[in-house]
């Protein structure tokens, strides 16, 4: 396997990226086509825009499909064609009303449910947050349908194991986490204040209905079906499954929920080329906060 640390700063030499403009962006939103998958009897909202190789995009908590906008317009020009998910639970995808109708192999088919629904095979696999943590075990329980994986702001589970069972600062930081776990969390969350995060006026209003056609308490099983629980433990090395496509990592360093720590030694529990590209000064929602460097990364490793 061969490690790669791709300094943002070289990118731009690497590729010309398409940018795109808040415009063209927030165009993206009335442009796209819409489809609904069958996974297994739960109908999972996706869309689509663009013709190619498919790239199938993954959202996280709070967020659906559109977070994505600025690398779907980039993509596209550059000749892919991006199928972005809403997750179970979210906008327009069905909302299961039980905690274990949210567990992780339910979520890794529903990827690839929309994968077969393009009618390919394989695509390229893109989350962030819980869609970081879906991608992940995409590529180790259904490693036929991943042709490349790139993973943004969620370490792999291995390494975020152990450090939430080593590392005091981040049990620390996933209190929101064990919060969440509680009976009842969903009460006290409300669409507008799910939003907070989205600087944008006009994209921030795409959010507050989105999250308003969406379910609280499926949000919140999430993380009662799948974050680990304390006592924490670290994942045994036995039981890592090991990932053989290509992975990108991307991480912004001022994640003050997923610290930079567990991104140590990812790359002993993968058997092809690993990228790690790190963002300081960039907080969570990295593909936002670092649109045009996160598209840069992104094309320039698409493109070797």
Do not use: C
Not at 36 to 43: E, F, H, L, R, V
Not at 189 to 204: H, P
């Amino acid at each position: 396997m061969r490690k790669q640390f791709l300094p943002i700063g070289a990118l731009a030499a690497l590729l010309v990226v398409a940018t795109s403009s808040p415009a063209a962006a927030q165009d993206l939103f009335d442009r796209v086509e819409h489809h609904y998958a069958d996974s297994d009897g739960t109908s999972i909202h996706y869309v689509t825009v663009g013709e190619g190789p498919l790239v199938v995009m993954i959202h996280g908590f709070p967020d659906f499909w559109y977070t994505w906008r600025e690398q779907m317009v980039a993509l596209t020009a550059a000749g892919y064609r991006v199928a972005a998910m809403d997750t179970r639970g979210y906008n327009r995808s069905d909302q299961p009303e039980r905690v274990e109708d949210y567990a992780m192999p339910l979520l890794v088919g529903d990827v690839a449910s929309v994968i077969a629904d393009q009618g390919v095979e394989r695509a390229i696999v893109v989350g962030h947050d819980w869609g970081g943590m879906i991608a992940w075990y995409v590529a180790m329980l259904r490693p036929d349908v991943v042709e490349r994986l790139i993973v943004l702001n969620l370490p792999h589970p291995k390494g975020l194991s152990r450090e939430l069972a080593n590392n005091p600062e981040q049990e620390q930081n996933s209190a929101y986490a064990r919060n969440f776990q509680a009976e009842g969390s969903h009460e006290s969350l409300g669409a507008a204040g799910l939003a907070f995060w989205v600087r944008d006026e006009a994209a921030r209003a795409h959010y507050v209905e989105a999250f308003e056609r969406s379910s609280l308490y499926g949000m919140m099983a999430y993380y009662k079906a799948n974050y680990p629980r304390p006592p924490y433990q670290e994942i045994p090395d036995a039981e890592v499954i090991r990932i053989g496509a290509p992975v990108l990592q991307i991480h912004g360093l001022d994640d003050q929920y997923l610290l930079p720590g567990a991104l140590n030694d990812t790359w002993k529990w993968l058997d092809a080329d690993y990228s790690l590209v790190t963002l300081p000064g960039v907080s969570h929602f990295v593909q936002y906060e670092a649109s045009q460097a996160v598209t840069e990364a992104i094309l320039a490793w698409l493109e070797r």
